[in-house]
C-alpha cells in the first residue's frame, strides 16, 4: 500500500533516489532536509509501506503569491487587485524505474489534497508550478492547470472556492 509521509532523512533513503532528472535528485540529498528545517519549503515522499526506506517520488510544497493580472482574465473578474496568495509546489518528482504507472497522478493528487486541507488554516488561490520541459507542461494541463499569461512554462490550478 502506498503511503504519503513527510520527509525524515534518518528513515527515507534519499540517496538512492533516482528521477532521471539530476536537479531534482539532488534536491531531494542534499538540500531537502535543509529548506524543511529552515521552513522554506515542506517535503513529502510517496513510499510503499512494504518498502517504507524506499522514496518512490516526492513533492514540495511552500507559499508563494502572483500578481492578479497573471491570472486569466475570465477569473481576474472577480479577484482584487492586489497580489493572490496561493501554494506553491516547487519540485515534484517520480523514481525513473516507475515511471509511467499513474504515480505522477497519485503524487499530484496528494498535493491538491494537501493544499485543500491547508485552504481551512490559511487563504491560498491556487496550486502553482513551474513545468521543467514541455512534457511536464502537458501533464500538468492534463490535469487541468492553466499557464500564466507572460509565463508559459508556469501554470496553476485554481483550487476552488
Known amino acids: 500500500m502506498l503511503e504519503e509521509q513527510r520527509l525524515n532523512s534518518k528513515?527515507?533513503?534519499?540517496?538512492?533516489?533516482d528521477s532521471g532528472t539530476p536537479e531534482l535528485n539532488d534536491y531531494l540529498t542534499r538540500r531537502?532536509?535543509?529548506?524543511?528545517r529552515r521552513n522554506l519549503s515542506?517535503?513529502?515522499?510517496?513510499?510503499?509501506?512494504?518498502?517504507?526506506?524506499?522514496?518512490?517520488?516526492?513533492?514540495?510544497?511552500?507559499?508563494?503569491q502572483v500578481e492578479a493580472d497573471q491570472i486569466s482574465?475570465?477569473?481576474?473578474r472577480r479577484l482584487p487587485r492586489y497580489p493572490i496568495p496561493c501554494f506553491r509546489m516547487g519540485r515534484f518528482a517520480v523514481e525513473q524505474t516507475?515511471?509511467?504507472?499513474?504515480?505522477?497522478?497519485?503524487l499530484l493528487g496528494c498535493a491538491v489534497d494537501r493544499c485543500l486541507h491547508a485552504r481551512r488554516e490559511?487563504?491560498?488561490?491556487?496550486?502553482?508550478?513551474?513545468a521543467k520541459d514541455a512534457d511536464a507542461k502537458s501533464f500538468y494541463e492534463y490535469f487541468g492547470f492553466v499557464a500564466f499569461?507572460?509565463?508559459?512554462?508556469?501554470?496553476?490550478?485554481?483550487?476552488?472556492?
Not at 531537502?32 to 524543511?36: H, K, P, V, Y
Not at 482574465?73 to 481576474?76: N, P
Not at 516507475?98 to 497519485?106: A, D, E, N, S, T
Open 11 to 17: 528513515i527515507h533513503n534519499c540517496a538512492a533516489f
Open 32 to 36: 531537502a532536509t535543509q529548506d524543511r
Open 42 to 64: 515542506q517535503v513529502y515522499v510517496l513510499v510503499d509501506a512494504d518498502e517504507p526506506t524506499r522514496v518512490l517520488g516526492y513533492y514540495t510544497l511552500s507559499a508563494a
Open 73 to 76: 482574465e475570465q477569473e481576474r
Open 98 to 106: 516507475i515511471q509511467g504507472q499513474g504515480l505522477g497522478k497519485r
Open 122 to 130: 490559511v487563504a491560498a488561490y491556487a496550486l502553482i508550478v513551474d
Open 149 to 161: 499569461a507572460d509565463k508559459p512554462q508556469s501554470l496553476y490550478l485554481a483550487l476552488g472556492r
